[in-house]
């Protein structure tokens, strides 16, 4: 279960990096990847992953089958941006709850903030389940909640 301490929040400042970017940048950073463009297409939006913060921002741009991570830096209104592998956050509130940042990431690990977009969504889904008739219990899984249960 993720622990999260009320008033700290993701940063989520969106990334102005497009896509055809963000293909360069990851390629000029080394990436071999032959599906590489579908995997930038996936993610059309990119977000700070940091607690709330001034400065650069940093969010996940590629992971590896090695595990190796590949985070985008950019500044605001920026862009474009830069490209660092950074090992993972060695940090866990247990065995099922790793950290999902970079080792030695300013701010809260993953579990001690919360997505202000996660906050949200399961605010209206029940609302809008109720109006449409669909059975609701609990709070929503977003996709990638529900891709990490089926592994």
Same mark, same amino acid.
């Given at each position: 279960?993720? @622990?999260?301490t009320? &008033?700290?929040?993701?940063?989520? *400042?969106? %990334? /102005? ?5 963000? +293909? ?40 590896a ?7 985008? @830096?950019?500044?605001? &209104?920026?862009?474009?941006?830069? *490209?660092? %592998? /950074? ?5 866990? +509130? ?33 609302v ?24």
């Amino acid at each position: 279960m993720k @622990r999260q301490t009320l &008033g700290r929040y993701v940063c989520a *400042v969106k %990334a /102005l990096v497009p896509p055809a970017t963000r +293909l360069l940048l990851l390629r000029a950073a080394g990436v071999v990847d032959l599906d590489l463009w579908e995997h930038v297409m996936q993610v059309p939006v990119l977000r700070c992953g940091l607690e709330t913060h001034d400065g650069p921002h940093w969010t996940l741009l590629y992971e590896a089958a090695d595990s190796t991570c590949c985070w985008l @830096r950019w500044e605001d &209104g920026s862009p474009t941006g830069r *490209v660092a %592998a /950074l090992p993972e956050c060695p940090a866990s +509130l247990d065995a099922s709850t790793p950290c999902e940042l970079f080792r030695m990431h300013p701010g809260g690990h993953t579990w001690e903030v919360t997505d202000p977009d996660d906050e949200l969504w399961n605010a209206v889904m029940p609302v809008f389940c109720e109006m449409y008739g669909a059975g609701h219990r609990g709070p929503v899984k977003r996709a990638e909640d529900v891709d990490a249960d089926l592994d």
